[in-house]
C-alpha cells in the first residue's frame, strides 16, 4: 500500500508511479499522487531535496532584487506556501522551469526540502515557460529565454520547425533578438523590436537549419544597428543628447511604412534599413524634434 495519498480514487498512470518511486530513491516524498483539474494529467506532489532542484538551462536569469523583496517576505510570515513546478529530465535531476526565484529563496534561506508539483512529462518543461508570471518578463529576457529553448529544442526536438513551437515562443521576433542579445546584453532590442514585429516571421525549415538562418538575421539587424551607432554618435557630436534618439533615426530611416500593404522580406528590409541610416542627414536633426516624438511615442495611460 502507498503510503501518501492518491486523488482522485483510480489507479494512476505507469509513469507517475514510476515517477513517485524515482523521488523516494532521490531522498524526497511523495505526498499524493494526483489529475489536475483541465486536462486530468497526472502530476505528484512532494517534497524535494533542495540540492536536487536546479533551473532549466533555457530559463531567463535570476533577478538578484527580485530575489531579495521574495525572501525578506517568505522570512516575515515565516512560511514558504507556493510550490515549485518541476520536471526531471533524468533520474536524480529536477528542473524549474516556473519558479526559479523561489528555488533561489529557499537556497538562501537553505532549507532541506523543497516543496514541488512534479510533472511527468518533460516536454510540459517547455509549455510551463508561458505561464511563468513570479515576475514580468522584459524584452531582453523573454529573448533570452526564448533562444535558450530553442538551442535546447536543435537538440532534442531536430524534426521540428519553429511554427511547431510558435505557442512556446509567442513571437518570432524574440528568437532573433535572443541571438543579438547573447553577443550584447545592451543591445537597443526596444528600439528595433517595432521592426522586427512586423517582418520577422517563423521559418519553416527543420530547427537546426533554422538556427543557421536566424544567425544570418542576427547579423542583419547588428549591420544596421552598427549603422545606426555611428548615426547616434554624429547626433551626439552635435550636443543633442537625449535617451530617444536611436528610436527617433529608426522611425525616419525605416524602409515600413503605415501606408504598405504588403511587407518586404526580412532580409531587403534591414539591408535598406542600413542603406537608409548611412545616408540619413544628421545636420537636420534638432533636439526639440526628438523629444517630440518621444512624448508622442509615450503610451496613453488607459
Known sequence: MADYAVHPAKEPARAARALAEQVGRDGGRVLALYQEPVGEHWQIFCLLPRDRVQASPYQRDLSPTHVKRLTEAVKRIDRFVDPIVLVSPQ??????????????????????????ILVTETT????????????AHNLKEKSLEVIRMYRAL?????????????????????????LLYETNKRFAGGAFAPILRRVDKYLKVKLPKGLEEREARAELVRAADEALGGAVQKIKKRGIN?????????????????????????????RKLKENIEDFDVSKVRYEDVQRSAIMAIPAAE
Open 91 to 116: 533520474p536524480g535531476v529536477y528542473w524549474t522551469p516556473n519558479g526559479n526565484h523561489r528555488r533561489a529563496v529557499l537556497d538562501k534561506l537553505k532549507a532541506d526540502y523543497v516543496p514541488a
Open 124 to 135: 510540459v518543461s517547455f509549455d510551463v515557460l508561458a505561464l511563468n508570471t513570479e515576475k
Open 154 to 178: 536543435v537538440t532534442e526536438e531536430p524534426g521540428t520547425t519553429e511554427e511547431d513551437w510558435s505557442f512556446q515562443f509567442e513571437s518570432p521576433h524574440f528568437i532573433t533578438l535572443g
Open 242 to 270: 537625449h535617451p530617444y534618439v536611436k528610436n527617433y533615426v529608426l522611425a525616419r530611416t525605416t524602409p515600413l511604412t503605415r501606408a504598405r500593404k504588403t511587407l518586404p522580406p526580412f532580409e531587403q528590409t534591414f
